[in-house]
């Protein structure tokens, strides 16, 4: 049976969504495999988005702006790019990022609308169906993508996207200046220590668990966990209640 891709779009109201609106109404061929959710600006799709879309079975999904120095609200689509950038390198963790797309379009160019979503459909469709999708869906998977909507969600990944201009531009309160490389050094290691956290705590919804119970259910070495759940009690998001032997037992606030 032949793959018919489900894709979800999200599309500024002011470029694309106008540049997918004349290849319609010039009657221009594409598959019609996308179903279109419209936003005011590419720069309003929260990278939550984009985990949910995965997570309840898009099998790719498209991300249409303005062409930059054309945003309606002038730098909505460079806001864009920092969201979308984030999303590419946590999914890059699950092998997903092949299956999202950003990409600028005018209102004037509905040949290349219906060109760009030929060729995105296309490529969704040599993948084959998502793992996260269908009717017996990969369920660590769709775990793996709720914490990253959460992780993304973090007022600590919300500070280094929102602020990474300003970081790497101006100097701190200290008078130091971060440079472009330690920023992006910074930003990995946070995505990955953010991420690791939320599914600690998806794991501890389901039961209180010990360090080691933690470290063999997600694959991650017992002193990495001990550092979390440091962090995590000094956030007030876990604690420990009782002990099996002198094993705390950790469960989620
Ligand atoms: S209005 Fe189109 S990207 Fe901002």
Not at 69 to 85: Q, T
Not at 118 to 146: C, M, Q, V, W, Y
Not at 226 to 232: G, I, T
């Amino acid at each position: 049976m032949s793959f018919d891709p489900k894709i979800l779009g999200f599309l500024c109201n002011w470029c694309c969504y106008a540049g997918a609106d004349l290849a319609g109404v010039s009657r221009m061929q594409y598959p019609p495999n996308i179903r279109v959710i419209r936003v005011m600006c590419s720069g309003r799709i929260d990278p939550k988005f984009i985990f949910e879309s995965l997570r309840v079975g898009a099998d790719g999904v498209f991300i249409g702006g303005c062409h930059l120095g054309d945003c309606h609200y002038l730098e909505g689509n460079y806001e864009a790019v920092k969201k979308f950038e984030m999303v590419q390198k946590f999914l890059k963790l699950i092998n997903l990022d092949n299956r999202v797309k950003l990409e600028w379009v005018s209102a004037s160019e509905g040949a290349r609308y219906a060109s760009v979503i030929t060729e995105f459909t296309e490529h969704i469709k040599s993948l084959g169906p998502s793992p996260a999708g269908g009717d017996n869906p990969d369920k660590e998977l769709l775990d793996k993508l709720r914490a990253m909507e959460e992780a993304a969600g973090s007022d600590r990944m919300r500070a280094l996207v929102g602020r990474e201009r300003k970081i790497i531009e101006q100097e701190n309160v200290y008078g130091e200046q971060v440079s472009l490389e330690e920023f992006n050094e910074i930003f990995d290691s946070a995505i990955i220590e953010e991420y690791e956290r939320h599914r600690i705590l998806i794991s501890l919804e389901k039961d209180s668990r010990s360090i080691k119970d933690l470290a063999t259910e997600l694959e991650i070495d017992p002193s990495v966990v001990l550092e979390h759940m440091v962090k995590l009690k000094s956030r007030g998001q876990v604690d420990f209640g009782e002990f099996i032997g002198i094993t705390p037992m950790f469960h989620k606030m």
